[in-house]
């Protein structure tokens, strides 16, 4: 089934921005300082950085997923998870993990920062996707004020539902790759709470969990209706 048209508000939480400074990198003009960054790999859940990291960087995430989020006391908050073309600083209070095998484009922020100067198009695009971040985390804030933990898990899998595409059966089918606490801690809640709301999702006929984390929207419209309830 594809898709309805997107829900403002919906997935936002999650979703981070649409510019992809992949695509500037592999510019002709930008060749100086696609040399500058060095790859890295990580393990899926991989704790990648750390807050205020000695080593102040920039880093855009070239393969995987990684998720941003803050810790306090026993809780985690998270504040968003990149995709490739993302990018993100180490220099901040938040940590970093590898959702996937990551690999990650990572320079030396004052390095970066000679090259941009020369560069304005670069800059522009750095700029629009921080900016989106800091966004963002405002919505993920405001989340975390103001939705239940059942409305948090329905936006989580409306932001991956749209990410997916329509199998054989016309159903829309994603591999989360993640496991109940993973969801948990995304949506800052305990793996009980989250299991119970996907068992009562499924029974609702809203979600079908198939094996291997596999989750499928038999219709897209209904489970974006609510999130809007």
Known sequence: MTPSPRVPCATDAMRLTDSDLLRELDQ???ALVRAA???????????VFAPREKQNSLFIVARGRARVYLAY?????????????????????????ALDDLTLLVADMKTVR????????????????LGDLLSHAFS??????????RKRLIQLLLYEAERANAGDEHILCFAHGLN???????????????????????????????????ICIPDFAALAALADS
Do not use: C, W
Not at 73 to 97: C, S
Not at 186 to 209: D, F, H, K, Y
């Open 37 to 47: 960054f060095v790859s890295r790999k990580y393990p899926k859940t991989a704790q």
């Open 114 to 129: 000679r090259f941009l100067t020369a560069m304005p198009a670069l800059t522009t695009s750095m700029v629009k996707v």
């Open 180 to 214: 109940v606490e993973q969801l948990a801690t995304i949506v800052g809640s305990s793996r009980q709470t989250v299991s119970s709301l996907l068992n009562t999702l499924e029974r609702e006929g809203i979600i079908e969990m198939r094996a291997r984390g596999v």
């Open 28 to 30: 002709p003009e930008f």
């Open 140 to 149: 993920v804030i405001d989340g975390l004020a103001f939705f239940d933990v």
């Open 73 to 97: 006391r026993d809780k985690e908050f998270t504040m968003a998870i990149l995709d490739a073309g993302d990018v993100y600083t180490t220099h901040t209070r938040a940590f970093v993990e």
